[in-house]
Nanobody, 114 residues
Framework: QVQVMESGGGLVQAGESLRLSCAVSIRLRFNTMGWYRQAPGKERELVAAITNGGGTNYADSVKGRFTISRDNDKNTVYLQMNSLKPEDTAVYYC?????????WGQGTQVTVSS
């Protein structure tokens, strides 16, 4: 059974930073990794994604503030979040999809106070 485990969420003030981690129980190779988020009353949205080759894409709302990266040796993907805003408050989910299938984590809460 593939495990996808997020960590690093928490409560911060606006302007501060957080780094989320996502550890996967299988090799990341040949898979795309992504971070999604879902705020109360809203649909889940893609925040950032990174391909096996290192290509990235970001939601317009986080460009210039968030950075996604991956460490294939550690089977871990990261989301560095800087200059956080109250509107970034959401549950953040990690997703792996590609050669190995399609798997989601349980999510980690990020709350940004104004």
């Amino acid at each position: 059974q593939v495990q996808v485990m997020e960590s690093g969420g928490g409560l911060v003030q606006a302007g501060e930073s957080l780094r989320l981690s996502c550890a996967v129980s299988i090799r990341l190779r040949f898979n795309t990794m992504g971070w999604y988020r879902q705020a109360p009353g809203k649909e889940r949205e893609l925040v950032a994604a990174i391909t096996n080759g290192g290509g990235t894409n970001y939601a317009d709302s986080v460009k210039g503030r968030f950075t996604i990266s991956r460490d294939n040796d550690k089977n871990t993907v990261y989301l560095q979040m800087n200059s956080l805003k109250p509107e970034d408050t959401a549950v953040y989910y990690c997703r792996l999809w590609g050669w190995s299938g399609d798997y989601w984590g349980q999510g980690t809460q990020v709350t940004v106070s104004s």
